[in-house]
Each structure stands twice: as C-alpha cells, then as structure tokens.
C-alpha cells in the first residue's frame, strides 16, 4: 500500500488530496451519516466538515485527518485515495462499528 503512495509523484498526491472532500461526502452519504454525526465523532464542527465536502478546506490536519478516518471507518490511505481495498466493508457493518465506538468512548469520558 505504501510502495504506491511512493512511487506516485508529488502532483498525483496533490490530485488525491484536492479530490479528499469528495471521497468524505460520498463516503459519509454511503454510511447514512449526517454532517452533525460526522463532525461530532470526529471531533469537529459540522461546517468545517461542509467546507471540507465541498472543496474549501484543501489541507487538513493530521488531527482532522484521523477524526475523519475515526468518523467513517477509514483508514489515512483510504481517505487520500490510495488504499486498493477502500470500500470492502460493508456500509452498515461500518456505520454499526462507529456508533459502538461512539459509545464506547461516551462511557469511558463519564
């Protein structure tokens, strides 16, 4: 997975990146997920999730990175496009795993 991030150049992870906003918005539509839901397990606010949908926030942190992953299921290579495997797991089964994780985190942060 790696060797391909590699091996790309530096303007193929510019065109990854510049697509990212996207790949969020499909992906979170795909899950059945609100921005409000989105933003809150990632961490974030539910515009800054919309700026990030729609092209306006181009170059996230590492930290806005992992929420997002966190958010919807995801890992780094799958939210920059470049994991081979990025849509293998179920919608449901994954939408199922962040509400346990939701949870999980709620009862531990009580």
């Not at 795909?30 to 409000?36: E, I, K, Q, S, V």
Request: proline fraction near 3%; glycine fraction near 8%; include cysteine.
């Amino acid at each position: 997975m790696l060797e391909g991030l590699i091996e790309r150049e530096p303007s193929d992870f510019d065109a990854l990146l510049a697509s990212y906003g996207e790949r969020v918005r499909d992906r979170r539509k795909a899950l059945g997920l609100t921005l409000d839901k989105v933003a809150a397990h990632a961490g974030l606010t539910k515009s800054y999730v919309w700026e990030i949908e729609n092209g306006k926030s181009k170059n996230p942190t590492l930290r806005t990175a992992h929420g997002l992953c966190r958010a919807l299921g995801w890992t780094f290579a799958d939210l920059v496009g470049v994991s081979e495997h990025a849509d293998t797991l179920d919608p449901v089964a994954v939408n199922i795993a962040i509400q346990v994780d939701a949870a999980l985190r709620a009862r531990i942060s009580s």
